[in-house]
């Protein structure tokens, strides 16, 4: 019986293409992803979601056009086919099958304990069976490609913890005393900040509190100007502590400039003269559109040439199947299928 491979490093995540990608995603994630292309290079794999973005989405040509978008803006902001791939899941059907291999060897219990299922069910998220296996499906995008490292947030650990899981279920019914069928996957915590909203709540879709990525001059001038704030007069004293405008700043800022910024706020003044929450709404403005022009720029060369995206898209899928390829005929023949 032929068995996973020694464990090298891989980096294995996901990205569901689920509408316009905003601060929240690039902080949290993104900026995450294509700094792991520098540690790990050719050893990054990042798809795009779009089986299941089905869950939720049920337009077909906003499910295209999202895949895109979300293959343009990883592009823009770095990603580096030469270090890591980025394909979308549906061009590897494979995963499918794992899936299903996965389920005939998880109990029931292990899916209703999946957060992310109630999470959705309380946002008023119809329940469908895709919904409800959507850990079968998370877990066989990590196996299929024996990846090791998958870097998450810690509202999404459970997933790594459900592939880890699910991988011993199968090891222990079909390789028990052997080597291994599957690579057991380990998470990688980032230290991705809370990205505050317009609203002080957690950036999200779901909430439509978000900030674009790629908005710049006045339409982004104004979107800040959104952003909440208390009562204090202009020339009083601020606290930037509890100020959403500031824990944005942090996101951007040095530590030089934050310190100096802090002052502002703690004075009410600058340079003598009075200083205010549209002061700092002005600077984070001005911050935001600095940060992602050479983005912008990439952006806008890819959105003109989309034969260049998807043919990057088709190389790293390309790269990919023979992997996954070769988990599924390892896990085929270990079960009793031809």
């Not at 998880?106 to 304990?113: A, Q």
């Not at 592939?163 to 390789?175: C, G, H, K, V």
């Not at 959403?244 to 942090?250: D, E, G, T």
């Not at 088709?314 to 270990?334: F, H, L, V, W």
């Amino acid at each position: 019986m032929s068995q996973a491979p020694s464990p090298a490093p891989r980096v294995l995540s996901g990205i569901q293409p689920s509408g316009v990608l905003h601060l929240g995603n690039y902080f949290g994630a993104i900026a995450q992803h294509i700094a792991l292309q520098d540690r790990y290079p050719g050893e990054a794999y990042y798809f795009i979601a779009d089986y299941h973005a089905l869950t939720t989405l049920r337009n077909p040509e906003a499910l295209r056009q999202n895949v895109f978008d979300a293959a343009v803006t990883y592009l823009a902001l770095g990603l580096d086919p030469a270090k890591a791939l980025l394909f979308r899941q549906s061009d590897i059907p494979e995963v499918h099958e794992l899936a299903w291999l996965l389920a005939c060897v998880t109990g029931l219990g292990l899916m209703e304990r999946s957060t992310s299922y109630k999470d959705k069910i309380a946002q008023g998220i119809k329940p469908s069976a895709g919904l409800f296996n959507y850990p079968l499906l998370m877990a066989a995008d990590i196996l299929i490609y024996d990846g090791t490292l998958v870097p998450v947030g810690k509202d999404q650990l459970q997933h790594v913890e459900f592939a880890q899981d699910m991988a011993t279920y199968l090891n222990e019914a079909y390789a028990a005393g052997g080597p291994p069928l599957l690579v057991r996957p380990e998470a990688i915590l980032g230290s991705a900040p809370i990205v505050p909203g317009f609203d002080g709540r957690k950036m999200s879709k779901s909430y439509g509190n978000l900030l674009p990525l790629f908005e710049s001059g006045k339409k982004l001038r104004k979107l800040v100007g959104q952003i909440v704030t208390d009562s204090t007069p202009l020339g009083q004293p601020l606290n930037p502590d509890t100020c959403n405008v500031y824990a944005l700043l942090k996101l951007l800022a040095d530590e030089a400039e934050l310190a100096q910024i802090a002052e502002w706020y703690r004075a009410g003044a600058r340079d003598g003269q009075p200083f205010g929450y549209g002061h700092a709404k002005m600077l984070l403005a001005d911050k935001l559109d600095a940060h992602f022009a050479p983005a912008r720029a990439r952006r806008e060369h890819l959105l003109q040439h989309p034969d260049e995206v998807e043919a990057i898209l088709r190389a790293s899928a390309e790269r990919a199947r023979p992997i996954a390829r070769a988990t599924i005929d390892r896990c085929r023949r270990a079960v009793g299928l031809a």
